[in-house]
């Protein structure tokens, strides 16, 4: 294994991302503009990390953090090592809030590592290798991919390690997206604890059309966004262990507004070619949300500076 000399740094600026877009249950994804910055150098020996922004005093500044995990699988991965490492993160991303967090750090760890390694690694082998980290590759793919994805998980039958794939779909040039952000966190594992083992056959043909709807609606049609962003698989049976978004997301949506629980949420999420109605965002704020406008981003981008 060949090892990396001192001195060598990257910088790795990586997207937030909304998963879900209302019907495609860890299958869509969505690069948003709203951004972590990561600075990576090879040092001499130990493990050296700053955080700055969400998470900053909150997060482990040692080997399990999970950008330093992330970095430590890409590098493996790419066949080589480091003597020591500095981390900076400088984060915006809302931790916990539906927006990607987990996932744009664990693909900002293997950007980086790749970016040290020499780029190496492929868009897919980057995929893979960060989304590993969640076990699903929406958010993760949007934040390498960019745009919007639609993304899937194969076992293979010989038992051995999940495959994560993505793949890229165009975004109408005037799509904007809005979130909604509330002062309270979700965890995931505990959101999706409420939701059933089983749904009917109704309710199942009623996402496969609208995850369908929604990739045409991405691209050609975003009148469709309200019709397309309809959910019956999750977003219902997460409405009473997150009130605010769901009562947002319901305020919006009885005003034509395609809104939706943006993955585990609790953000609420707005995709439209037109303003949101003023007034309904400063209620917003008025009630504790962060109001963020977001364009749709691109992938995930690597400086190597030294």
């Known amino acids: 294994m060949r090892e990396l000399q001192p001195g060598r740094k990257v910088h790795v600026r990586v997207p937030a991302s909304s998963a879900n877009l209302g019907p495609g249950f860890d299958t869509l994804g969505l690069a948003l503009s709203l951004f972590d910055d990561v600075w990576v150098e090879v040092s001499d020996a130990g493990l050296e ?22 970095i430590r699988s890409g590098l493996d991965a790419a066949g080589v090592s480091a003597p020591g490492l500095k981390v900076t993160c400088r984060n915006r991303i809302p931790q916990s809030r539906g927006l990607g967090s987990s996932a744009a750090a664990a693909v900002a760890g293997v950007a980086a590592a790749n970016g040290l390694a020499g780029g190496v690694l492929s868009t897919e082998e980057l ?13 993760a793919a949007a934040s390498v991919i960019g745009g919007a994805v639609v993304s899937w998980t194969s076992t293979p039958v ?17 799509i904007r997206a809005v979130a909604l952000v509330p002062n309270v966190r ?5 959101v999706r604890q409420v939701l ?47 009130p605010l978004t769901a ?35 400063q209620q917003a704020a008025e009630a504790g949300m962060q109001v963020l406008p977001l364009d749709v981003a691109g992938p995930v981008e690597v400086n190597v500076l030294a």
């Open 127 to 139: 995929v893979q290798l960060s989304s590993a980290f969640e076990g699903h590759p929406d958010n």
């Open 196 to 242: 059933p083992n089983e749904i009917s056959h109704i309710d199942a043909r009623f996402n496969v059309s609208r995850a369908a709807l929604m990739t045409v609606a991405l691209q050609h049609h975003p009148e469709l966004l309200w019709e397309a962003t309809r959910d019956r698989l999750h977003q219902p049976y997460r409405a009473d262990v997150l």
């Open 186 to 190: 979700a965890s995931t594992d505990a």
């Open 247 to 281: 009562e947002w997301v319901n305020r919006l949506r009885n005003r034509g507004v395609a809104a939706y629980l943006s993955g585990a949420g609790p953000t609420a999420m707005v995709l439209a070619t037109e303003a949101v109605q003023p007034e309904l965002l």
């Open 49 to 70: 990390v700053l955080v700055e922004g969400e998470g900053e005093g909150e997060v482990p500044v040692d080997e399990r953090h999970l950008v330093v995990r992330a």
């Open 158 to 174: 010989d038992g051995t390690d999940p495959q994560y794939k993505a793949v890229a779909i165009p975004v109408h040039a005037e």
